[in-house]
T-cell receptor, first 115, second 110 residues
Framework: DTAVSQTPKYLVTQMGNDKSIKCEQN?????MYWYKQDSKKFLKIMFS???????INETVPNRFSPKSPDKAHLNLHINSLELGDSAVYFC??????????????FGSGTQLSVL | KQEVTQIPAALSVPEGENLVLNCSFT??????LQWFRQDPGKGLTSLLL?????REQTSGRLNASLDKSSGRSTLYIAASQPGDSATYLC?????????FGTGTKLQVIP
């Protein structure tokens, strides 16, 4: 069973469209994240949710709206897609507990291409 | 603001060589540091995690060390193999946030 799964794996779309990426984790973790990896392979956090509540929003344009229906799911909706949104988007999760092993587990990524 | 840098950006070595990858961070107030590998077109695979109270962790041919006071971590790979070819990323966990390094792209030549 895949621990962190995200769909779709590839997403090709036109500028101006609205699209969503879904993420689910079956690890029982409390915290989920969205990261963006640009063409230079640099990974930057976009959002972090803990128990369905937003705890980090890293100056991401408000065209990006995360939604967490429950703590096992964190979806990313993007409105009015722009060329610069083309990147690989990674979902991740961790179990945050003081002094504990807080490994990050990653999904396999969604490669978004905006034409 | 935490900044994480990895040197070198790329490294090419012959098979069998031992090698060291470096990770430096600017804010020593961290909870842990995690090393990942990323294969082309794939997600990130966790290799080792070192808690802030630890000095090193070992897994097979991999050994990671942490010197929190100087803001440095190293990943030592012994007897490198072509299958080790990948991009290696370090990630530093601070309060509520994980910051990734710039990555080192490793190529092991048969």
């Amino acid at each position: 069973d895949t621990a962190v799964s995200q769909t779709p794996k590839y997403l090709v779309t036109q500028m101006g469209n609205d699209k969503s990426i879904k993420c689910e984790q079956n690890l029982g973790h409390d915290t989920m994240y969205w990261y963006k990896q640009d063409s230079k392979k640099f990974l930057k956090i976009m959002f972090s949710y803990n128990n369905k509540e937003l705890i980090i929003n890293e100056t991401v344009p408000n065209r990006f709206s995360p939604k967490s229906p429950d703590k096992a799911h964190l979806n990313l909706h993007i409105n009015s897609l722009e060329l610069g949104d083309s990147a690989v988007y990674f979902c991740a999760s961790s179990q945050d507990r003081a002094g504990g092993d807080e490994k990050l587990f990653f999904g396999s990524g969604t490669q978004l291409s905006v034409l | 603001k935490q900044e994480v840098t990895q040197i070198p950006a790329a490294l090419s070595v012959p098979e069998g060589e031992n090698l060291v990858l470096n990770c430096s961070f600017t804010d020593s107030a961290i909870y842990n540091l995690q090393w990942f590998r990323q294969d082309p077109g794939k997600g990130l695979t966790s290799l080792l995690l070192i808690q802030s109270s630890q000095r090193e962790q070992t897994s097979g041919r991999l050994n990671a060390s942490l010197d929190k006071s100087s803001g440095r971590s190293t990943l030592y790979i012994a007897a490198s193999q072509p299958g080790d070819s990948a991009t290696y990323l370090c990630a530093v966990r601070g309060y509520q946030k994980v910051t990734f390094g710039t990555g080192t792209k490793l190529q092991v030549i048969p």
